[in-house]
């Protein structure tokens, strides 16, 4: 299995609140970030998908906070897929101070697969190279 190689964020300044911290909301930002360069990472951006008619909605997500993240941090994105079904995938992310290495977030992302009229698909049957793909860095797959 092999494994993904953390993203880099560095925060910006519109990115904190009226504490000096991060603002809550864009650890789902940088989540979406990390996703999009695991993608990649396998080959399979979203915009490869999307040029084949499918796309993949979120369907939860979930963030812990442990500590805070103030501008100019730099967080290292450290992400595995953890569940693969063919029709759904899950993703949990731990987000850590570059530098120093505290923790700072965990969290986790569901998403599908659909095609453009919004049915699902099942990549095992319609992309069965794709199914090959996530299987091949998922940690676990059903």
Known sequence: MPT??????????????????VHHSNYVRWMEEARCDMLDQ??????????????????????????MTRFPDVVAIYGKL?????????????IRDANS???RTLC?????????SGKPVSLRRKFPQWDALFREWAIESR
């Not at 993203?7 to 000096?20: A, F, V």
């Not at 986790?108 to 453009?116: K, M, P």
């Open 4 to 21: 993904f190689t953390p993203y880099l964020h560095k925060t910006h300044y519109y990115e904190t609140d009226t504490m000096k911290i």
């Open 42 to 67: 396998m080959g399979l951006g979203y915009d490869v998908m999307e040029r084949a008619g499918i796309l993949s909605p979120v369907l939860s997500v979930s963030c812990e906070y442990k500590s």
């Open 82 to 94: 953890v569940r693969y079904t063919g029709v759904r995938f899950d993703i949990e992310y731990e």
């Open 101 to 103: 290495d505290a923790l």
């Open 108 to 116: 986790r992302s569901s998403h599908c697969f659909i095609d453009e």
